[in-house]
């Protein structure tokens, strides 16, 4: 199998929460742009965006996160989008670290529940001589590294604090897997003790602060909410909705895509029940087809110099100029005019 066909499949898979995305669009809206600007030229629709809670994929999210700071011109972006992240912003998962006993219990919290959130890197803990939290990337975040880090480091921060009471910038040391920017005075805003160019992010906790009680403990409501977190786990890990699991079946596979005839039967359901649930779930099997294939074309002509004919035949297609009609239905441009664009 072609290696670009490879990278993509690794690109496009579930990534990131939408609220995440949502917040930056939030971002962008307070500073004048419209929607249809901020999203112009964006594999995403805004309805599905801010109405369905499916995962977005990397690439969609770093898409949105290079248009929005080419829009904002704000480089630190990521730190802004961060601190005004509340903490409702991380569902169940952010309601149950807010009723745990402290923050060392949150943060286990965290790295347990991620999941719910998040599908890019993993949290590690060390406990000597400092406790320290390192977030080990499983995706190469490349040139959205800084925005990613600074939203979601940003965000935590916005949630400690309601969790504390605590000042956290005076209590905290924060290694970044990045050069020091010629921004690097904002980072003040999130941590007083800054440093830069570590193979990864690493978040050291003030003593102080490690041993603060949490505000709002409560362990009755702990536990409803960790029952919660669990259903929930076991529903993402199950798949989660039929239209979800099709997605997520196209999403990974590497050859031809699967046929509706052999969807319904891995789901052991006859073609006619599969269609009815899908549109039950408002959507259909060529609907999820085609926006898997927009994905994986975009990636492809943005990301590799494969020709339209060898794209076309990637993703099913055996004849070019109907892939090339299609994507103009899609993106509004021929595939020619997206590379231009969008090459990396």
Not at 48 to 59: A, C, G, R, T, V
Not at 193 to 206: A, K, M
Not at 242 to 256: D, N, T
């Amino acid at each position: 199998m072609p290696q670009p066909l490879h990278d993509s499949v690794a690109a496009l898979k579930p990534a990131l929460h939408p609220v995440y995305a949502r917040l930056l669009c939030a971002e962008l809206q307070r500073r004048g742009f419209a929607p249809g600007e901020i999203l112009e030229g964006l594999p995403l629709s805004w309805q599905q965006l801010h109405e369905s809670n499916q995962f977005l994929s990397f690439d969609q999210m770093r898409q949105l996160i290079e248009r929005g700071v080419q829009l904002s011109d704000c480089p630190w972006l990521g730190l802004e989008v961060g601190l005004r992240t509340p903490a409702s912003a991380h569902g169940t998962l952010g309601a149950a670290m807010i009723a745990s006993k402290n923050l060392p219990s949150a943060m286990l919290l965290l790295q347990r529940y991620a999941g719910l959130r998040q599908n890019l890197a993993n949290l590690r803990f060390e406990h000597d001589p400092e406790f320290a939290a390192v977030l080990e990337e499983w995706v190469d975040l490349g040139p959205v590294r800084e925005y990613l880090h600074c939203q979601l480091l940003g965000g935590l921060v916005q949630l400690l604090t309601a969790m504390t009471g605590q000042e956290l910038p005076q209590q905290l040391k924060i290694e970044w897997p990045f050069d020091a920017p010629a921004w690097a005075h904002e980072y003040q805003r999130i941590a007083q003790h800054n440093s830069f160019g570590f193979s990864q992010l690493r978040v050291v906790l003030g003593s102080t602060l490690v041993n603060s009680p949490s505000l709002a403990a409560d362990d009755e409501a702990l536990q409803r909410l960790l029952r919660d977190c669990d259903l929930q786990l076991q529903r993402l890990q199950a798949g989660g909705t039929l239209a979800q699991r099709v997605r997520m079946q196209l999403q990974q596979s590497e050859g031809h895509m699967p046929t509706l005839q052999s969807m319904a039967a891995k789901e052991n359901l006859t073609e006619r029940t599969f269609m009815r649930h899908l549109q039950a779930e408002g959507t259909s099997f060529q609907q999820l087809l085609d926006e898997v294939r927009q994905e994986r074309a975009c990636w492809m002509l943005a990301h590799t110099d494969s020709t339209v004919e060898a794209i076309a035949y990637a993703l099913g297609y055996e004849d070019a100029s109907n892939f090339s009609r299609t994507f103009k239905r899609w993106c509004g441009q021929t595939p020619k005019d997206y590379r231009h664009l969008h090459a990396s």
